[in-house]
């Protein structure tokens, strides 16, 4: 709903998402949660990938864009068909797919566990089940596409590793989703917070997330994001 406005009606956007964005995001503020106990072993190559999703993908890109170690950062569709991968489509909630990430990085750089750190203590608030922030509807869920079974083992432990400690003020709402394409978004979707950062949506939602990154990760920010459009 948020974004279709961004396209119609910026001004109506402004209204609302200073109404509601404000003060969803005060509740969901970011937090370093640990690492995980258990982590993927790297494999011999030097690239592998990680789908993740945690509403708006634009925020959840751009996150990505500023972590060392992460060479390209995609925002896109996973969950459902690729006859039904468009942003029109996905926004009615119903194609079963969720607004992802897909992220390529070095694991000789990060592994995939600190990604999930990442993910779990900046990225988004894992605890909102079909929505985020302003956002509402599964096409917003918290979900991770494991690209394989170590990804998935590593995403199930360390998801009850985090419910076992009580990290959050409530149960950590994030579906494992194995076996699912990734469908890359439309062109205008991509390095949105780059190119848009007086956007409303982005300075309220987004580019806090960019802030605590830089906070919480220091030894993993990069000022220079990785950008789609740069390569």
């Not at 998801?159 to 990290?167: E, G, H, S, T, W």
């Amino acid at each position: 709903m948020t974004k279709k406005l961004a396209r119609v009606a910026p001004a109506l956007l402004a209204v609302v998402v200073l109404a509601v964005g404000l003060r969803a995001f005060s509740s969901t503020s970011a937090r370093l949660v640990p690492p995980p106990a258990v982590d993927a072993q790297p494999g011999a190559g030097t690239q592998e990938i990680a789908i993740l999703a945690g509403g708006c993908f634009w925020g959840v890109q751009a996150v990505y864009q500023h972590l060392a170690g992460v060479t390209r950062a995609v925002s896109g569709y996973a969950g459902g068909q690729q006859r039904t991968a468009e942003y029109e489509l996905v926004s009615t909630g119903r194609t079963g797919h969720a607004e992802s990430v897909e992220i390529r990085f070095d694991p000789r750089e990060i592994s995939y566990g600190r990604l999930l750190q990442v993910f779990f203590s900046v990225a988004h608030d894992p605890t909102q089940r079909n929505r985020q922030g302003p956002d509402v509807g599964p096409q917003y869920r918290s979900a991770i596409f494991p690209a394989n079974p170590e990804q998935e083992r590593v995403a199930r432990t360390y998801i009850a590793q985090l419910n076992q400690a009580r990290v959050f003020n409530a149960a950590i709402a994030t579906t494992i989703e194995p076996d699912r394409s990734f469908f890359a978004a439309e062109d205008y979707h991509q390095d949105f917070l780059t190119r848009n950062p007086r956007h409303p949506y982005i300075v309220i939602n987004d580019l806090p997330k960019i802030a605590e990154l830089k906070k919480i990760f220091p030894d993993r920010y990069r000022p220079a994001p990785v950008l789609v459009g740069s390569r």
